[in-house]
């Protein structure tokens, strides 16, 4: 078992930023690939990032990309999610998730996830 927490979300203006922190708990944290996904209301959860074990390998949503920066830190066992340049589209319920799968980019290969963490950009 993972535990994941996000934490950082919170009311921004477009063209501010926010860092998103997810803290995981339970099995060996390096060994899993984390994603980073978001759900707005009335939408399907959607990939932003994710991150493979060793931090060597990113890849971002075309969305984000050149916004967002995915990181992590195995010895806190944390990822990131460095939001710059927000806009009002980027309002959703972000969620961090853990993954041994390869196919990264798909929500259905997650087996893990936080309680999610609200952040609305405003106009």
């Known amino acids: 078992q993972v535990q994941l927490v996000e934490s950082g979300g919170g009311l921004v203006q477009a063209g501010g930023s926010l860092r998103l922190s997810c803290a995981a708990s339970?099995?060996?944290?390096?060994?899993?690939?984390m994603g980073w996904f978001r759900q707005a209301p009335g939408k399907e959860r959607e990939f932003v990032a994710t991150?493979?074990?060793?931090?060597?390998?990113?890849y971002y949503a075309d969305s984000v990309k050149g916004r967002f920066t995915i990181s992590r830190d195995n010895a806190k066992n944390t990822v990131y999610l460095q939001m710059n340049s927000l806009k009002p589209e980027d309002t959703a319920v972000y969620y961090c998730?853990?993954?041994?799968?390869?196919?990264?980019?798909?929500?259905?290969?997650?087996?893990?996830w936080g309680q999610g963490t609200q952040v609305t950009v405003s106009s």
């Open positions: 998730a853990a993954t041994m799968g390869s196919r990264w980019y798909l929500v259905e290969q997650y087996d893990y």
């Open positions: 991150i493979n074990w060793s931090g060597s390998n990113t």
């Open positions: 339970g099995r060996t944290f390096s060994s899993y690939t």
